[in-house]
């Protein structure tokens, strides 16, 4: 059975771009959680989608966003880029609200640089 | 100017010693934990988990204790062996069902 898939692994864009990453949750799972993790630091939470709704944002601003499709997969786009942004983004999945199994599978996830 | 950052606590043990990485949470309403192990350039990956109703369980080569007096959770590794470097986070669920994730531990496996 496949995993988490995410793309691209890896992306170099310039400030004040624009991008959008890509995360298939394991087949069966209907939540989808995004996470930011900058260099040597933890998991910063992002984003929580669950049955194509937002379930929960972190504390970010509002550049970052995104959404979840009826196949469950989900998307993350950071638009008006900033160097901090640099980051691995992961993405995880969960078999979903109401299956009582908190346990999440991540992703690879994707590296983005930002110059 | 001086730079801002969470640096990770680590761990070195001897290759074929035990390890004991050790978290505490602040959520006293929490009862689900789970530990991650984290390779460099990987994601996390699910090594073991535990209930509020339980003090121990216990995997292959891993332990799990839970003290829900002083809300601390550990993960004992024994045997310690280089493919065990790594990042490990330990992260906890309460009423919300979502995982909240410490600030992980870097054990470094000493030859």
């Known amino acids: 059975e496949a995993g988490v898939t995410q793309s691209p692994t890896h992306l170099i864009k310039t400030r004040g771009q624009q991008v959008t990453l890509r995360c298939s949750p394991i087949s069966g799972h209907t939540s989808v959680y995004w996470y930011q993790q900058a260099l040597g630091l933890g998991l910063q939470f992002l984003l929580w989608y669950d049955e194509g709704e937002e379930r929960n944002r972190g504390n970010f601003p509002p550049r970052f966003s995104g959404r979840q499709f009826p196949n469950y997969s989900s998307e993350l786009n950071v638009n008006a880029l900033e160097l901090e942004d640099s980051a691995l983004y992961l993405c995880?999945?969960?078999?979903?609200?109401?299956?009582?199994?908190?346990?999440?599978?991540f992703g690879s996830g994707t590296q983005l640089s930002v110059l | 100017g001086e730079s801002v950052g969470l640096h990770l606590p680590t761990l070195s043990v001897q290759e074929g010693d035990n390890s004991i990485i050790n978290c505490a949470y602040s959520?006293?309403?929490?009862?689900?934990f789970i530990w991650y192990k984290q390779e460099s350039g990987k994601g996390p990956q699910f090594i073991i988990d535990?209930?509020?109703?339980?003090d121990k369980r216990q995997g292959q080569r891993v332990t799990v204790l839970l003290n829900k007096t002083v809300k601390h959770l550990s993960l004992q590794i024994a045997a310690t062996q280089p493919g065990d470097s790594a990042v490990y986070f330990c992260a906890e669920a309460g009423s919300a069902r979502q995982l909240t994730f410490g600030s992980g531990t870097q054990l470094t496996v000493l030859p």
């Open positions: 959520n006293s309403a929490s009862d689900y």
């Open positions: 995880a999945s969960s078999l979903g609200l109401g299956q009582q199994d908190e346990k999440l599978f």
């Open positions: 535990i209930r509020s109703n339980m």
